[in-house]
């Protein structure tokens, strides 16, 4: 098990480090490319040798993002735009940005993922596939329905999806709640004991990938529990095991001030990394996890004062804790050809920026990236790109110019990121 940093402290001073040594070794927002004029980094503030492309702006709110085998971009939205929830786009030029753009489908949610030829979409509420093929961007057709029966909750309802290589669906079902509280978002409101949302929710739930109709709990088989949200989820093919990012739990000062002070609330919990195994327990609602104390805390809601450990001594830990409250929202493993050696099998993480750090200014709005070897983090964590809030200071999530929402590998190893915030995508490429 890899040892976990103080990342709340020790995070956000490599934040600072890293934006000076940027603006000092490559122009601010700009790199040099090697016999050519100084490469385009629209906008984002990447490391020295990458640059950047805006494939295709004002696309809708888009969530996740997934990258055929022939250059093609599909991407979820959020909400439905002239009536479709999905986008799919195509460069014809080979100049990265798309000149065809189509809208298809009636679902709209979080989870994308390409898989046997197929786009799978996860939507609030159950999984569909749509066969894609060669001649067409757009595909034709109805989707297959995979897997339905999901609750219909307006708190953590994206169903993020990964697959493994032997025929597997993991679906995130988050948790309608933030602490499973008696009285929901209350002022020292004791939680419920036991939570009866893990009976369905809170946790990854694994399907057959190619079976239709599959009902949540019935043909559906919960996989790990004690998970409040985990936006970002993806199969790690180098070692063959599951990982996501959960989003941790708010309003620990809000609502329990006995126990907690201000900053207390804004930079606990940590956003924890898991490696994810059959039958793990993390402990949500009943546990979060303080990075300054480098272990599993008794929540408030169930007896917690901020130093008891409790039952959640025998809860799994994660593999890496980052800043509380900055949002994971995608995750993948970096195995293209493109990159330099160091990004190798390494993890890149979306952090869409937090919401409830008043009164002092948001964090998160950057994609980070972790180093990996044997299945565990082998070094800290640093900011790969950043610039997305568009001012130095971002008090309110709306404030932010754009916000990294999805992320994806192209064919050519470069890496996709979408927006959620005006529905831009970018492409970052290393200039070789």
Known sequence: MAKIKNTLTAGLSIIGIIVILFSCTSGSRHDKKEGSALADTSGLVLPDGFSAVVVADNLGRCRHIAVNENNDVYIALDNLKDGFGTVALRDTTD??????????????????????????FGADTIVVRYKLAANLLAPAGEPEVIAYGFPNERQHAAKSLAFDNAGNMYVNVGGPANACMEEMRTP????????????????????????????????????????????????????????????????????????????????????EFFLVEEGDDFGWP??????????K???????????ITGRCESKKDPIMAFPAHIAPNDLIFYTGAQFPEKYKNGALIA??????????????????????????????????????????????PGEAEYRPMGLAVGPDGSLFVSDSQKGRVWKISYNL
């Open 286 to 295: 009943y546990c979060y996890y303080d990075h300054y104390k480098n272990k």
């Open 188 to 271: 020292g409101s004791p939680g419920k004991d036991p939570c009866p949302l893990l009976e369905f929710s809170a946790g990854i739930w694994k399907f057959k990938d190619d079976v239709t109709n599959q009902r949540q709990m019935k043909e559906g088989y919960r996989y790990a529990t004690g998970l409040r949200n985990c936006v970002a989820v993806e199969w790690n093919t180098t070692v063959n095991k599951l990982y996501v990012v959960q989003h941790g739990r708010d309003q620990l000062y809000q609502f329990f001030p006995e126990y907690y002070t201000e900053d207390d609330g804004i930079n606990l919990p940590s956003e």
């Open 351 to 396: 952090f869409h920026g937090s919401w409830n750090r008043n009164p002092q200014e948001q964090e998160g709005f950057y994609i980070v990236f972790v180093p990996f070897e044997n299945g565990l983090p082998s070094g800290d964590w640093e900011v790969f790109a950043d610039g997305f809030k568009g001012k130095d200071m971002v008090m309110s």
């Open 95 to 120: 100049d990265g940005v798309a000149d065809i753009i189509q809208y298809f489908g009636k679902y709209h949610g979080t989870g994308l993922h390409i898989h046997k030829g197929y786009l799978y």
């Open 297 to 307: 805390l008794l929540a408030p809601e169930y007896g917690g004062d901020g130093e």
